[in-house]
């Protein structure tokens, strides 16, 4: 069953409860919430250094040493380097403009058959 079907049944069974079966539902349901909080809270609390950096981005936050996404967006546009890879600080720096490079790679990967066959 896909969410919306699964959402459907929830309701066609809630229709037929009595109102103290609905809060005993809702505390149910009050708790479920509770719990995938805590857990989505414990996996970033284990990511290694997370709390440190969440510290300092609130530090960061309350002393104004913030942009707004639209400037950061702007910026990375214009830039002539675009920042690459994985992780937090990780990757490398490499040319904004790729797409001659893997235009390349991908035209010469194609073989002539494939280049007489119709879009």
């Known amino acids: 069953m896909n969410n919306t079907e699964v959402r459907q049944q929830i309701n066609q069974y809630l229709d037929g409860l009595s109102s103290e079966r609905l809060e005993l539902v809702a505390d149910f349901l009050a708790y479920l919430a509770d719990k995938e909080s ?16 969440f510290q300092r981005g609130k ?6 040493r913030v942009k707004s996404w639209r400037t950061i967006r702007s910026e990375l546009h214009h830039s002539p380097l675009i920042a690459c890879g ?25 073989t002539p058959k494939e280049r007489s066959l119709p879009p």
């Open 38 to 53: 805590e857990d989505a809270t414990e996996e970033l609390v284990n990511i290694p250094g997370f709390i440190e950096s």
């Open 59 to 64: 530090k960061d936050v309350s002393e104004g």
């Open 86 to 110: 994985e992780g937090v600080g990780g990757g490398v720096l490499v040319p904004h403009s790729t797409e001659n490079r893997y235009s390349k790679a991908v035209k010469s990967s194609i």
